[in-house]
């Protein structure tokens, strides 16, 4: 087995460039992923799935480093205590391959199912599975599986109905990355066009032009907050909590993306929030 394949180093294969500003977007998802399980695993859940929908290559360059740390599919594969399913999801081909040859090095090789394709169309393959082992039986009908969905879009093409469709399952807890500067660059071009397609996927319908109209002339920040907040309201009509904010800048100080954690389980978000208390004090400096 070739560890090199699984360690955050350069083992020759494709990685993601990365801006210095990921890394605690790595760490979060990192820190929830082992508060989850390390507090979950000795209950009778019926399964524990580590779902990636759009996982990259397994690992990240840092291109003004040069350092390497592992994504978040390789996150879940390394988490303290390991997870029953891993369900990985990937677009590009170079990346997917890579991907599943970083995997095929794992011990928890078994373990694992990656797709290559739209994550908006594959998602019904891993909500199929987790129906089926959620399925009631006469014995053991208060327990079902514990989920995560590790959300990390580029920009908008992750749909409403596809998170929607993972927000339907029993327990499924769900980290965001949450771009909002490809709506708050395009809309205002895109509703006088009438070509909103890709926001109105994204939000699951045109409702949210309806928020968005009484600010759509005013600075991002405030723009960026209804475009937020509608969406978590969208995930409290699934039943979802919401936990603290990150955000993230670049260099320039410039916002990147928000992430959150969402739960159906208040404990869940109690993790989260703990998660996001407690990143180091040198990491915050900017934001
Ligand atoms: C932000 S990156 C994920 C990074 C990863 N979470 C990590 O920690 O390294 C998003 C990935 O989604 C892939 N992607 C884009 N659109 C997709 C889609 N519709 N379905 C599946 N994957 C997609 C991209 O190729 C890219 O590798």
Redesign the pocket.
Known sequence: MNDNLLEPMDDGLVM?NSQEYARDK?LI?ERYTNRMITSMRDRPWRAFFYI??????GK?LFVTSGEVER??PLIGLGAKFPFTHYRF????QA?CDTLKARVSASELQECVKVWH????ILVDEIVNEIQEVDRPTATSYNWHSLNLA?L???GL?LHWETVEKLGRMKRMDMIF?FWTSGITRNANAWIEAGSTEKIDKLYGSKEWQRIYRPVAHKNSTEKRRVLIDFYKTRLEGLGYQIGNERVFRNSKNVQQYTMFGACKHPLGIKFWNDVIRGLPQSRLAGF
């Open positions: 993601r790595l998802i990636d929908i759009e996982a990259g290559p990240n994504g978040s999801i990937e677009l590009d990346n394709g739209d994550c908006n590790i990390d879009p580029e093409e990355t």
